[in-house]
């Protein structure tokens, strides 16, 4: 996957004869024929989706600082042609399910309620906002599903952490930027969920309590065995690198819990699959 750009691949579960489509999901890469490339950086005219009875939008550009340094072009991807993108599916009957963000929220109350009204205070976090405002027009033929941090095995930052904590060299970490981590492997059977029964509405993905940044660089050095003095903490605020800093960054996880069966992890659980441990 390219930023900007997504591709079409068939699920590998089908339902009433129809299958499945995900679109920016990273799958064992299918045969050649059944893989449709689509760059959200280009016009959309003349494209109409493959036969489809459900697409995830997962193609996005998500860096942060990138959608504040750049709001003009990161919008035109994740909001302008998203939501083209989203109307052609709707107009071919595809269920959309669109992956959102906790940061829709500002962060001011734990387990953030689905139906709390938004208050985004990140480039990122408004763009968002933008694409559910014109999602929920849609009705029954649209999930919303916000997610909190999702951490896959390759998860980049801790690996890098954990290479250099076996090398003896020191790791620096937020002590007031929180994250609810919640596995990727549960997250994509949930949005497979939505997606393959077409259940409209929000749903929120999240672990039950957040951590900072600097507790999860503690927890990765207790489990490596690494000296705790190497994990270096420090204040995102005093850096002022940030544009936002959440006090809070869970959501209230009851619709996911009661209709899809799923429990999410404590944080420190979700990180038990990293690669690097």
């Known amino acids: 996957m390219t930023p900007g750009s997504a591709g079409w691949k068939p699920a590998p579960q089908v339902h009433g004869g129809n299958p499945s489509y995900r679109a920016g999901t990273v799958l064992p890469e299918p045969p050649r024929e059944c893989v449709e490339r689509l760059d959200l950086s280009e016009s959309l005219e003349g494209w109409s989706p493959?036969?489809?009875?459900?697409?995830?939008?997962?193609?996005?550009?998500?860096?942060?600082e990138d959608c504040r340094r750049d709001p003009s072009s990161t919008r035109h991807i994740n909001?302008?042609?998203?939501?083209?993108?989203?109307?052609?599916?709707?107009?071919?009957?595809?269920?959309?399910?669109?992956?959102?963000?906790?940061l829709v929220f500002a962060g001011h109350r734990p387990?953030?309620?689905?139906?709390?009204?938004?208050?985004?205070?990140?480039?990122?976090?408004?763009?968002?906002?933008?694409?559910?405002?014109?999602?929920?027009?849609?009705?029954?033929?649209?999930?919303?599903?916000?997610?909190?941090?999702?951490?896959?095995?390759?998860?980049?930052?801790?690996?890098?952490?954990?290479?250099?904590l076996r090398t003896g060299r020191p790791i620096r970490a937020f002590n007031d930027l929180r994250c609810a981590p919640i596995p990727l492997e549960l997250t994509v059977h949930g949005l497979l969920e939505v997606a393959h029964r077409r259940l409209?509405?929000?749903?929120?993905?999240?672990?039950?309590?957040?951590?900072?940044?600097?507790?999860?660089?503690?927890?990765?050095?207790?489990?490596?065995?690494?000296?705790?003095?190497?994990?270096?903490?420090?204040?995102?605020?005093?850096?002022?690198?940030?544009?936002?800093?959440?006090?809070?960054?869970?959501?209230d996880t009851t619709r996911a819990r009661a209709e899809l069966g799923i429990e999410f992890p404590a944080p420190f659980e979700a990180m038990a699959r990293l690669a690097c441990l």
């Open 50 to 64: 493959p036969p489809a009875s459900a697409a995830i939008l997962c193609a996005a550009l998500t860096r942060l």
């Open 111 to 164: 387990c953030q309620p689905a139906d709390d009204p938004l208050c985004p205070q990140t480039e990122y976090g408004r763009q968002k906002a933008a694409v559910e405002a014109e999602l929920a027009t849609f009705g029954s033929g649209a999930a919303i599903v916000r997610l909190t941090k999702v951490v896959g095995p390759q998860w980049a930052l801790a690996c890098d952490w954990a290479q250099a």
């Open 200 to 251: 409209p509405g929000i749903w929120q993905f999240s672990a039950p309590t957040d951590v900072s940044y600097a507790e999860l660089a503690s927890h990765l050095a207790r489990r490596l065995g690494a000296d705790p003095s190497l994990v270096k903490v420090v204040s995102g605020q005093a850096t002022g690198g940030l544009e936002h800093i959440p006090c809070h960054t869970t959501l």
């Open 79 to 102: 909001v302008t042609q998203t939501l083209r993108l989203a109307e052609k599916l709707r107009a071919a009957g595809v269920f959309v399910v669109f992956p959102s963000s906790n």
